[in-house]
């Protein structure tokens, strides 16, 4: 085999790879939304689960990508661990889908495919038929690639050396050592299998000899999700874990099953003239029959993980983020899911603040005020750190609606820090009325108790609006906010008649006034957020 031709070779590979890449994240990006709810809500039954992992990888053709998903929903606490793994046994069946189509030689229409899409990314403005482009273009680089790999491994069919390597592949040990460590170097079992069909397309392997790598590309492509597990909790890793096992097990069971009974020749016969189609008959048999012997033992792959990852995770501080995963972010889907539920996460503190400041104030209680003033740094110190995230994730690919999405986050932790700078003016004020010994009168307090019970239900129903996708919540506070407008003038001047009337003291004037003000502020960051439920993509039902 020449120099130009093992250049080729690794050509090929590169274009398959890219045109890959290019097409998953053009349909994560486009459907992302979509995916991520329906991996969160779509999984409490076992073959639902099973049947949403198959369905969501192959439309996006990689199952790394779909596990990575699943190992950031799990850290994010949006999904059990139980849940996780049906879904990534749905993906390893999903993931054969690529080397089907190439099965079906729809690799001959590839300059046809790649010519529509880049057409189509290059003369349209409309984003959405654009990225429709990028996922046609992407098929059509990854059928060329194939192609281009077809023709580069022709020479080999009469190199000794290769014929002699090949041949050992039949060996059990040395097909899933060659499989495995493919699949973990190139990070894709699908480019593996296409360079295993791009040999059997030139009639250089058969079945026989591509059974074990095969088995073995099932066990390398386990190392995405155990990469992405890393920087995630116990029950993150334990999940990368269940996953390795899961295809360990079947790994097992086959490599028995092939000793005993005549598998290969079976799945010949299926397609007795067509070598492509049988690898991939197999490699879909192989995922398939897996699932349908482990869907109903999934607590033996949870014990195993508990084996490997043992102990508990630490508890993070109150200031750290605990849904995000700062170093993973090439998944939009994941990210937005994770942000979603930290800004709920401050808003329950913000809540908790607001609450607590006017307790403080109204009780006269010192050391509840100069909590929610340290409170106030855990919620400065995770609205900074969301922002970061938030400004980095809108630098990346995404849907149109994961778009909008991140710019409404934005907007609404500005809100929830604004709220809670209000409640620590509160607090503030609560700790000077009691320095100061400072009194006020009974009408004055009744104001302060009285438009204090209104924001007080205003930032409650904003809370669980945000929450509960709940629009009700959000109407209601809008209705709420000219209560508040009105209370707030309305106070303003019998205070000032109290004042002049000398029922009020005077060094109480500037406290009270602040008082008022905040609460009013609080209301209209409240109706700042409905506002943002009632318009938005996520937070509708």
């Given at each position: 085999?020449?120099?130009?031709?093992v250049?080729?070779?690794?050509?090929?590979?590169g274009?398959?790879?890219?045109?890959?890449?290019?097409?998953?994240?053009?349909?994560?990006?486009?459907?992302?939304?979509?995916?991520?709810k329906g991996?969160?809500?779509?999984?409490?039954?076992?073959?639902?689960?099973?049947?949403?992992g198959?369905?969501?990888?192959?439309?996006i053709?990689?199952?790394s990508?779909?596990?990575v998903?699943?190992i950031g929903f799990?850290?994010a606490?949006?999904?059990?661990m139980s849940?996780?793994?049906?879904?990534?046994?749905?993906?390893?069946?999903?993931?054969?889908?690529?080397?089907?189509?190439i099965?079906f030689?729809?690799?001959?229409?590839?300059?046809?495919?790649?010519?529509?899409?880049?057409?189509m990314?290059?003369?349209?403005k409309?984003?959405?038929?654009?990225r429709?482009?990028?996922?046609?273009?992407?098929?059509g680089?990854?059928?060329?690639?194939m192609?281009?790999m077809?023709?580069a491994?022709?020479?080999?069919?009469?190199?000794?050396?290769?014929?002699?390597?090949?041949?050992?592949?039949s060996s059990?040990?040395?097909?899933?050592?060659?499989?495995?460590?493919?699949?973990?170097?190139?990070?894709?079992?699908?480019?593996?299998?296409?360079?295993?069909?791009?040999f059997?397309?030139?009639?250089?392997v058969?079945?026989?000899?591509?059974?074990?790598?095969?088995?073995?590309?099932?066990l390398?492509?386990?190392?995405?999700?155990?990469?992405?597990?890393?920087?995630?909790?116990?029950t993150?890793k334990?999940?990368a874990?269940?996953?390795?096992?899961f295809?360990?097990i079947?790994?097992a069971?086959?490599a028995v099953?092939?000793?005993?009974?005549?598998i290969?020749?079976?799945?010949?016969?299926w397609?007795?003239?067509d070598?492509v189609?049988?690898?991939?008959?197999?490699?879909?048999?192989f995922n398939?029959?897996t699932t349908?012997?482990?869907?109903g033992?999934p607590?033996?792959l949870?014990?195993?993980s508990?084996?490997?990852?043992?102990?508990?995770?630490?508890?993070?501080?109150?200031?750290?983020l605990?849904?995000?995963?700062?170093?993973?972010?090439?998944?939009?889907?994941?990210?937005?899911?994770?942000?979603i539920?930290?800004?709920i996460?401050?808003?329950?503190?913000?809540?908790?603040?607001f609450?607590?400041?006017?307790?403080?104030?109204?009780?006269?209680?010192?050391?509840?005020a100069?909590?929610?003033?340290e409170?106030?740094?855990?919620?400065?110190?995770?609205?900074?750190?969301?922002?970061?995230?938030?400004?980095n994730?809108a630098?990346?690919?995404m849907?149109?609606?994961?778009?909008?999405?991140?710019?409404?986050?934005m907007?609404i932790?500005?809100d929830?820090?604004?709220?809670?700078?209000?409640?620590?003016?509160?607090?503030q004020?609560?700790?000077r009325?009691?320095?100061?010994?400072?009194?006020?009168s009974?009408s004055?307090?009744?104001?302060?108790?009285?438009?204090?019970?209104?924001v007080k239900?205003?930032?409650?129903l904003?809370?669980?609006?945000?929450?509960?996708?709940?629009r009700?919540?959000a109407?209601?506070?809008?209705?709420?906010?000219?209560?508040?407008?009105?209370?707030?003038?309305?106070?303003?001047?019998?205070?000032?008649?109290r004042l002049?009337?000398g029922?009020?003291n005077?060094?109480?004037?500037?406290?009270?006034?602040?008082?008022?003000h905040?609460?009013e502020r609080?209301?209209?960051h409240c109706?700042?957020?409905?506002n943002?439920i009632?318009?938005g993509?996520?937070?509708?039902?």
């Open positions: 085999m020449e120099f130009f031709e250049l080729a070779l690794f050509g090929g590979l274009l398959f790879l890219y045109g890959m890449k290019l097409m998953s994240d053009s349909l994560e990006a486009a459907a992302g939304d979509k995916l991520r991996l969160e809500t779509l999984t409490s039954n076992r073959f639902a689960a099973v049947g949403l198959a369905g969501v990888t192959a439309i053709q990689s199952s990508a779909t596990t998903m699943l799990v850290n606490g949006l999904m059990t849940q996780a793994i049906f879904v990534g046994m749905g993906a390893n069946i999903g993931t054969t889908m690529t080397a089907q189509m099965a030689k729809i690799t001959s229409l590839a300059p046809a495919i790649l010519f529509a899409g880049i057409i990314m290059l003369f349209f409309r984003r959405n038929v654009r429709i482009g990028q996922i046609i273009g992407g098929l680089i990854l059928f060329v690639g192609n281009i077809s023709q491994v022709i020479p080999l069919k009469e190199w000794q050396p290769f014929l002699d390597l090949l041949s050992s592949f059990p040990l040395t097909g899933l050592l060659a499989g495995v460590l493919v699949t973990m170097v190139i990070q894709s079992s699908s480019a593996t299998m296409g360079i295993m069909q791009a059997a397309l030139q009639g250089i058969g079945l026989d000899s591509a059974v074990y790598v095969i088995l073995g590309l099932n390398g492509t386990c190392i995405t999700a155990i990469l992405a597990s890393l920087s995630g909790g116990k993150a334990r999940t874990v269940s996953f390795l096992f295809n360990i079947g790994v069971v086959f099953l092939l000793a005993i009974f005549p290969v020749d079976w799945v010949k016969s397609t007795p003239e070598t189609r049988q690898l991939a008959n197999f490699h879909t048999f398939i029959t349908a012997i482990l869907i033992f607590l033996v949870v014990r195993a508990y084996f490997i990852i043992r102990g508990e995770d630490k508890k993070k501080s109150r200031s750290q605990k849904f995000i995963d700062k170093d993973n972010i090439s998944l939009p889907a994941v990210g937005v899911g994770q942000s539920n930290e800004v996460r401050v808003a329950e503190f913000s809540l908790e603040n609450n607590n400041s006017l307790i403080a104030f109204i009780n006269r209680k010192e050391k509840l100069r909590e929610v003033v409170n106030e740094q855990v919620v400065d110190n995770l609205s900074q750190s969301i922002m970061e995230y938030l400004t994730l630098q990346l690919e849907s149109a609606v994961d778009s909008r999405i991140v710019m409404q986050l907007k932790i500005i929830l820090e604004r709220i809670s700078d209000h409640s620590e003016n509160i607090a004020s609560a700790i009325r009691i320095d100061k010994s400072i009194s006020f009974k004055a307090i009744a104001e302060v108790e009285l438009i204090s019970s209104h239900d205003a930032l409650t904003a809370v669980t609006s945000l929450k509960n996708t709940d009700q919540a109407e209601d506070v809008l209705k709420i906010e000219p209560k508040v407008d009105k209370l707030e003038k309305k106070f303003t001047k019998s205070h000032l008649k002049s009337k029922e009020c005077p060094s109480s004037s500037a406290i009270y006034t602040d008082i008022i905040n609460m609080v209301c209209d109706t700042n957020i409905a943002e009632l318009q993509d996520i937070f509708t039902k």
